[in-house]
């Protein structure tokens, strides 16, 4: 008896919870992505993004690179070249980019990319160069557009 009354005192406090993670939105930080660069040098890291993306809004990315062949340490310094466009499933060529030019400042270690703009329903590739010290590197990394 006392152990059905724990168990179903537990099963309401998880529809409790359940319920209460329905009002507050997903607790999860946004989803990460991550991708090397064909050379393998860098790792480069999506830290946040909007979820979802927004249709026809200018919204701003994090992201921060490491080097692959030691995960722990951070290119603070380097240069990144950040495009975003669609490929329709033709490949690696863009059948078009963004109708805006992002911005990337250098910020707390990381790299912050404002004025990204997505037009577009569908799969976005985020075309991130790294340049540092001579060496060079380019990751792309899948952006979903939009939310409904
Ligand atoms: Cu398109």
């Known amino acids: ?8 005192l537990a099963a309401l406090l998880l529809v409790t919870m359940a319920a209460l993670a329905r009002e507050l939105g997903p607790a999860a930080p946004p989803a990460i992505a991550q991708a090397l660069t064909t050379n393998h040098l860098y790792r480069v ?7 979802p ?4 809004k200018h919204f701003e ?4 690179i ?22 329709h499933g033709m490949g690696h ?7 805006s030019t992002p911005v990337v400042e250098a910020l707390e270690g990381g790299y912050t990319v404002r004025g990204m703009m997505f037009h577009m329903q569908g799969p976005w590739t985020l075309r991130v160069r790294v340049r540092e010290g001579g060496h060079s590197g380019t990751a792309d ?3 979903e557009c939009c939310g409904g």
């Open 45 to 51: 890291v999506l830290v946040t993004a909007p979820q």
């Open 93 to 99: 060529e863009f059948m078009h980019g963004m109708q």
């Open 141 to 143: 990394l899948t952006l």
């Open 53 to 56: 993306v927004p249709m026809g």
């Open 61 to 64: 990315l994090q992201l921060a």
């Open 1 to 8: 008896m006392m152990r059905k009354s724990i168990a179903g």
């Open 66 to 87: 490491y080097e692959a062949r030691s995960p722990g340490k951070r290119i603070t310094d380097g240069q990144l070249d950040v495009t975003a466009g669609m490929t």
